[in-house]
């Protein structure tokens, strides 16, 4: 089946914008993480679900950071009055269950202005 | 927590020769698995190579071998007869296997060009 696939692949917000962050799965993938990755540097964790059930929201940098999962399946990721320091690439990944591989989407990169 | 430590940011090789990458990672953790993936210029990451910590043979995928150290806390990740394609970012990742979340834990990362 497709692999992980994230939309839309690129967005330029302007400051104090809201924006949304579409992550489809792979169908059947209970586990599903945020990451988020500044230029030149690794990923880090924002969030990660099981199933509809967000476990752990620790790595999201503040309350304008929201996620969601209402069935399960398709996440998405909304940041409310986006600053310059949210400019990223935001990846998603998800897993057959926690402790498997996890799978990458291409990522959408925001560009805050 | 874990972290993960990539020391070297760039990395240049002849086509065709061998190139080791190193990382190296700390932890309390007994059990875990350490991953490398690569990150070409599109960025879609891609699973390269996947080590459990409970075993002792180091794990191999074609060109792709790892040299797992675990007293040391080392994994370093050896590309033989390296192509073209293998230019790319590549990424050192830690994964903890005990209790819920298996966020992954990422090094910065190292450029590596391959040279024609």
């Known amino acids: 089946g497709a692999g992980v696939s994230q939309s839309p692949r690129y967005k330029v917000a302007k400051r104090g914008q809201d924006v949304a962050l579409r992550c489809d799965p792979i169908?059947?993938?209970?586990?599903l993480f945020w990451y988020q990755q500044a230029l030149g540097q690794g990923p880090e964790f924002l969030t990660y679900f099981q199933n509809e059930a967000q476990l752990d929201k620790s790595g999201l940098p503040s309350d304008r950071f929201f996620a969601e999962r209402p069935e399960g399946s398709v996440s998405t990721l909304k940041i409310q009055r986006t600053q310059q320091e949210d400019s990223a690439v935001y990846l998603c990944?998800?897993?057959?269950?926690?402790?498997?591989?996890?799978?990458f989407g291409p990522g959408t990169r925001l560009t805050v202005t | 927590a874990q972290t993960v430590t990539q020391s070297q940011p760039e990395m240049s090789v002849q086509e065709a020769e061998t190139v080791t990458l190193s990382c190296t990672y700390d932890t309390s953790e007994n059990n875990y698995y350490l991953f490398w993936y690569k990150q070409p210029p599109s960025r879609q990451m891609i699973l390269v190579i996947r080590q459990e910590a409970y075993k002792q043979q180091n794990a191999t995928e074609n060109r792709f071998s790892v040299n797992f150290q675990k007293a040391a806390k080392s994994f370093s990740l050896k590309i033989s007869d390296s192509q073209l394609g293998d230019t790319a970012m590549y990424f050192c990742a830690f994964l903890r296997t005990t209790g819920a979340n298996s966020k992954l834990t990422f090094g910065k990362g190292i450029t590596l060009s391959v040279r024609p």
């Open positions: 990944a998800s897993s057959l269950a926690d402790n498997y591989e996890q799978y």
């Open positions: 169908s059947g993938h209970v586990s």
